[in-house]
Every structure is written in structure tokens, then in C-alpha cells.
């Protein structure tokens, strides 16, 4: 949580795991969370599989699994992707859409760093910058 304080947005790709864990990221800032594949169960319904939002004039998509993502960000206007599933953190761009998955920030999977990302919004371009958490 100290990593997300003085945040304006957060963004959650899914596998929250429990409801709870999002009450907490709200009370730092305002949340867009979608459910992944681990998050299953009446609470997880009230998530969706993909959103869109606008933060700082910019279309953000958020998928869980980028593989599964259906549509063309580029051609749809969106500016960045955010997505999970596979718990590793990365930042590329492609046609001018960054793609960015910033790890995971719960139980350590797959012998990855924990991470998560934040991303400098105050100047064009953006600056995705990944923080590796002390477990």
C-alpha cells in the first residue's frame, strides 16, 4: 500500500483474490479493477472482464490476459493497455499504444519480482516506472 500513497488512480488487471483487497486500494484513490481468472465467486461478479477509462485525457484499456485483448487499441484511440495474468512486469509500445503489465503485487508466482507499477502522468510522454516490493 505505501508504494500506491499520493496516487490519483489505481488501476487493478485482475486476480484480486478478495473484495477486500480492493476496500484498501480505495482508500488511497479512486480504483478501476477487472476480475482475472483466479477471482471467481459472487463478489468477483460486480468486476468486469475489461474496462476502459480516461485518466489525464487518456484512453486506458485494462484486460486481464493482454492475449485475449479483442480489440485494436491503436485504431480505437486507446493510449495505453493495462493487463496481469502473467505476473510479470513489462512495458513496450506498439503503434504508439503502451502496453504495460505491472507485475503482481500479491503472493510471490512464478519466482517473479513482486512489482507494481506507477506511471508519471504530468508530462507527455508518460514514464512507466516499476517498483519491486519487499516481501
Same mark, same amino acid.
Given at each position: 500500500?505505501? #508504494?500506491?500513497?499520493?496516487? =490519483?488512480?489505481?488501476?487493478?488487471?485482475?486476480? !484480486?483474490?478478495?473484495?477486500?483487497? *480492493?476496500?484498501?486500494?480505495?482508500?488511497?484513490?479512486?480504483?478501476?479493477? !477487472?476480475?482475472?481468472? @483466479?477471482?471467481?465467486?459472487?463478489?468477483?461478479?460486480?468486476?468486469?472482464?475489461?474496462?476502459?477509462?480516461? *485518466?489525464?485525457?487518456?484512453? !486506458?484499456?485494462? *484486460?486481464?490476459?493482454?492475449?485475449?485483448? =479483442?480489440?485494436? =487499441? #491503436? =485504431?480505437?484511440?486507446?493510449?495505453?493497455?493495462?493487463?496481469?495474468?502473467?505476473?510479470? #512486469?513489462?512495458?513496450?509500445?506498439?503503434?504508439?499504444?503502451?502496453? *504495460?503489465?505491472?507485475?503482481?503485487?500479491?503472493?510471490?508466482?512464478?519466482?517473479?519480482?513482486?512489482? @507494481?507499477?506507477?506511471?508519471?502522468?504530468?508530462?507527455?510522454?508518460?514514464?512507466?516506472?516499476?517498483?519491486?516490493?519487499?516481501?
Amino acid at each position: 500500500m505505501e #508504494a500506491l500513497r499520493g496516487c =490519483a488512480h489505481i488501476l487493478h488487471a485482475g486476480d !484480486i483474490g478478495a473484495v477486500e483487497i *480492493v476496500a484498501g486500494l480505495e482508500a488511497i484513490a479512486p480504483v478501476a479493477a !477487472i476480475r482475472g481468472n @483466479v477471482d471467481t465467486g459472487a463478489w468477483a461478479e460486480r468486476y468486469p472482464e475489461e474496462v476502459t477509462i480516461t *485518466v489525464a485525457g487518456v484512453r !486506458i484499456h485494462i *484486460v486481464h490476459d493482454v492475449q485475449a485483448l =479483442a480489440l485494436d =487499441a #491503436a =485504431a480505437e484511440g486507446i493510449g495505453m493497455v493495462v493487463s496481469g495474468h502473467s505476473h510479470k #512486469a513489462g512495458h513496450v509500445v506498439r503503434e504508439g499504444v503502451h502496453y *504495460v503489465n505491472p507485475g503482481s503485487a500479491g503472493p510471490r508466482r512464478f519466482r517473479l519480482p513482486v512489482t @507494481v507499477a506507477r506511471v508519471v502522468t504530468g508530462a507527455a510522454p508518460w514514464r512507466v516506472e516499476f517498483i519491486e516490493l519487499a516481501v
